[in-house]
């Protein structure tokens, strides 16, 4: 069976091109969020299988909607997305839960690495 997954990012053409890449891939997009707090929403909406974050977002960024995704559901996947150069970000989400980290912009290969190392 397709692995949900929900995607999480502010700019509508990120989202296009990883929805893209995903479903090209053969995973089911359970949905798309524009900002972490529609996330924490659709997540305990949808139950995805894995959710593709974006870090930096208005409303409420990553970091905290993972946190906040986490304390719903322990057992959450979620990958972080995010541009070059925020380690301790990457770090923080890591710490919080993160099951890994894809830097923007990013490859069709390594966004398809990741969510199988994840999910399979």
Not at 20 to 39: F, H, P, Q, R, S
Not at 73 to 80: G, Q
């Given at each position: 069976m397709a692995k949900n997954i929900l995607i999480c990012d502010d700019a509508?053409?990120?989202?296009?091109?990883?929805?893209?890449?995903?479903?090209?891939?053969?995973?089911?997009?359970?949905?798309?969020?524009?900002?972490?707090?529609?996330?924490?929403?659709k997540y305990k909406e949808t139950s995805p299988d894995l959710v593709l974050m974006d870090i930096t977002m208005p409303?409420?960024?990553g970091i905290q909607a993972l946190?906040?995704?986490k304390e719903s559901?322990?057992?959450?996947?979620?990958?972080?997305c995010s541009a070059m150069g925020q380690q301790a970000m990457v770090i923080e989400?890591?710490?919080?839960?993160?099951?890994?980290?894809?830097?923007?912009?990013?490859?069709?290969?390594?966004?398809?690495?990741a969510v199988k190392k994840v999910v399979g």
């Open positions: 509508a053409f990120m989202r296009m091109m990883i929805k893209d890449i995903l479903t090209k891939n053969g995973y089911n997009i359970a949905g798309e969020a524009e900002n972490g707090m529609v996330a924490v929403d409303e409420m960024d946190k906040k995704i559901d322990p057992n959450a996947s979620v990958i972080m989400a890591i710490q919080s839960g993160a099951k890994d980290f894809i830097v923007k912009p990013f490859q069709a290969e390594r966004v398809i690495e």
